[in-house]
């Protein structure tokens, strides 16, 4: 069974610096898919960003990027320039190709300091 | 315009009731979830549907019965509401059964159980 790994529960950085949240996995599929998905305390859950493990190249939206090590397993999202409205609990997500299902990490908890 | 709407947004209720959540989409989606989330934030994938087809239903006691009476619409009916039900449970929708397709989520219905 595949699981996702979130091993920081909480963390905080300060406006307008840069902070990464971390993700593993376990899978012994070739082709999946990772994302990463924001739910601020109004309980939204909002997609940030996504990344086929077909694709070398890290996705990157605006000031979200990611760093993926697909042979170490890891799927790290970076965040430049943090905002306020960053805040938020922040889940990794895995899906299997030919899967329906999202497997989802534990959340880590993101305060953005004044 | 909600993409994902669910009602109730807050249901509070008795141990041993029955009720119901909705949720509707309107982005012509035709996989459609019901994620339960718990105390702690973990989320986890309860039922799935393609087409009014069932597709994924995990360990979940027979109490809850999911009903699917189009492909827009996908319910969420509890019998004999328990204490550990109280959670948070969203609704998510997306475009067919392709793995890398995201996951569209409603606001989330919080279930209180006195």
């Known amino acids: 069974a595949q699981t996702v790994t979130q091993s920081q529960p909480e963390m905080s950085v300060q406006e307008a610096e840069t902070v990464t949240l971390s993700c593993t996995y376990d899978t012994s599929e070739s082709d999946y898919y990772l994302f990463w998905y924001k739910q601020p305390p109004s309980r939204q859950m909002i997609l940030v960003i996504r990344q086929e493990a077909y694709k070398q190249q890290n996705a990157t939206e605006n000031r979200f990027s990611v760093n993926f090590q697909k042979a170490a397993k890891s799927f790290s999202l970076k965040i430049s320039d943090s905002q306020l409205g960053d805040a938020a609990m922040y889940f990794c997500?895995?899906?299997?190709?030919?899967?329906?299902?999202?497997?989802f990490g534990k959340g880590t908890k993101l305060s953005v300091i004044p | 315009d909600t993409a994902v709407s669910q009602t109730p947004k807050y249901l509070v209720t008795q141990m041993g009731n029955d009720k119901s959540i909705k949720c509707e989409q309107n982005?012509?989606?035709?996989?459609m979830y019901w994620y339960k989330q718990d105390s702690k934030k973990f989320l986890k994938i309860m039922f799935s549907?393609?087409?009014?087809?069932?597709?994924i239903n995990e360990t979940v006691p027979n109490r809850f019965s999911p009903k699917s009476p189009d492909k827009a619409h996908l319910n969420l009916h509890i019998n004999s509401l328990e204490l550990g039900d109280s959670a948070v449970y969203f609704c998510?929708?997306?475009?067919?059964?392709?793995?890398?397709?995201?996951?569209?989520f409603g606001d989330g219905t919080r279930l209180s159980i006195l």
């Open positions: 998510a929708s997306s475009l067919g059964h392709r793995s890398n397709q995201p996951q569209h």
């Open positions: 549907y393609n087409n009014k087809e069932l597709i």
């Open positions: 997500a895995y899906t299997g190709a030919g899967s329906y299902q999202l497997t």
């Open positions: 982005l012509g989606h035709d996989t």
